[in-house]
Each structure stands twice: as C-alpha cells, then as structure tokens.
C-alpha cells in the first residue's frame, strides 16, 4: 500500500489557477471514484475539501474542484486567493485488499 | 455539529504501549453508517491512516501497522480507541481520530502529540 504520489510544491498568483495532481494505480484511484482532498494550514487538523471525486461538501468554496483521469485524480483551485495557502493531501480508498484508505504525499501550495 | 477530541498520554516509553482515546459529542457514535478512524501525521510529514472501526465492532487495519494496532470502540460513552504497541521514535507523530463516511473524512478531531523516547 504506497502512498499516491502528488508534486511537492505548486505555486501561483492571486486570481491565477492551479491543478495539484495525485498519481496512484489501478488499485486504489483507477478503480474507485472515491477520492477525496483535504486542505491542512499549519498547526491544524485538515478539511475535507472534495469527496467521491468531484463532490464539494457544504460551505467548500465553488473555487475547488475535482476531477480524474484513469489513475490520476486531480484538485483545481481556481482564482487562487491568500488564504489557499497550505498543503493538500489526496486520499483514496485502497480497496477491498485491506478496506482502508491510502493517503496522497501532500502538495505545499504557495501564493506568490 | 459533531466534534471529537483525542485524550490519553503525550509521552510513552520505547517497547511501550501507545493508548489514545477520542471522545465524540454532538450526536451519537451508533447513529449513522460512519466508521471511525485514527490517522497520524509525523512532524513535517505526511498523512498516514492507521485503522478503522464501525460501531457493529469491525475493524480495518492499515498493513503496515496492522500486527501492533488495535481499535475498540465503547458506544457507551461515546467514544473509541487506538492501541499501538511495542513503540518507537519512529511512531512519534500527531495522532488524529476523525469520523469517516464512505469514502471520506468529514470531521476530525484536534489531533495530539505524542512523543515516544525514554
């Protein structure tokens, strides 16, 4: 069960807009749409962000948004503003090989 | 609005046992088609889930961990727990319980600190 794999860093400007990508394998993301996104800011407890692949929960800005592509899952955050500054995390079910979850490397984004 | 809060030793012993208990509020633990989770998170690194439990009893383990993890859950007082044991420097990390739903993490708790060295 290795851990999806996401770019350390992604960076952009106010207003500008950024993918952040979570590769995993035809076990975990390309067989399941339940991948999920979490958004943690330093010394905090993260916060689901996008569910079930595209789902937004209730009072998650329409600025993020969701998608995948065979064993890519990918996380859009559009008009990208000051308070986006933190590291997101990718997150998929692993299947029924262990029933539990397998958690993305973590992308630190930074607002230039 | 549920919360959950992590309680139990910030501080345990090389070859010791790691006990941690999360105290759910604001609705039932029995209530609802949720599992209930522990993930910790290293300083400076990543997330890495440890196990699950749904309120029937059953549990799922990550592989990595799963021959030194034990979850229980007591719906009597609302709350469930992480045993890990046989300890290192390496199991040092903020631990989180969190309530999961499907396929998601909805709610988490705080998380606390827990420091293994003698």
């Known amino acids: 069960q290795s851990a999806l794999t996401q770019p350390a860093s992604v960076s952009g400007s106010p207003g500008q807009s950024i993918t952040i990508s979570c590769t995993g394998t035809?076990?975990?993301?390309?067989?399941?749409?339940?991948v999920s996104w979490y958004q943690q800011h330093p010394g905090k407890a993260p916060k689901l962000m996008i569910y079930?692949?595209?789902k937004r929960p209730s009072g998650v800005s329409n600025r993020f948004s969701g998608s995948k592509s065979g064993n890519t899952a990918s996380l859009t955050i559009s008009g990208l503003q000051a308070e986006d500054e933190a590291d997101y995390y990718c997150c998929s079910y692993a299947g029924s090989s262990t029933f539990g979850y397998v958690f993305g490397t973590g992308t630190k984004v930074t607002v230039l | 609005q549920v919360q959950l809060q992590e309680s139990g030793p910030g501080l345990v012993k090389p070859s010791q046992t790691l006990s941690l208990t999360c105290t759910v509020s604001?609705?039932?633990?029995?209530?609802?088609?949720?599992?209930w989770s522990w993930i910790r998170q290293p300083a400076g690194k990543g997330l890495e889930w440890i196990g699950r439990?749904?309120?029937?009893?059953?549990?799922n383990y990550n592989p990595s961990l799963k021959s030194r993890v034990t979850i229980s859950v007591d719906t009597s007082k609302n709350q469930f727990s992480l045993k890990l044991s046989s300890v290192t420097a390496a199991d040092t990390a903020v631990y989180y319980c969190?309530?999961?739903?499907?396929?998601?993490?909805?709610?988490w708790g705080q998380g606390t600190l827990v420091t293994v060295s003698s």
């Open positions: 439990i749904y309120t029937s009893g059953s549990t």
């Open positions: 969190a309530r999961t739903r499907s396929s998601s993490i909805d709610y």
């Open positions: 079930e692949g595209s």
């Open positions: 604001g609705g039932s633990i029995s209530s609802g088609s949720y599992y």
């Open positions: 035809s076990s975990d993301v390309g067989s399941y749409n339940l």
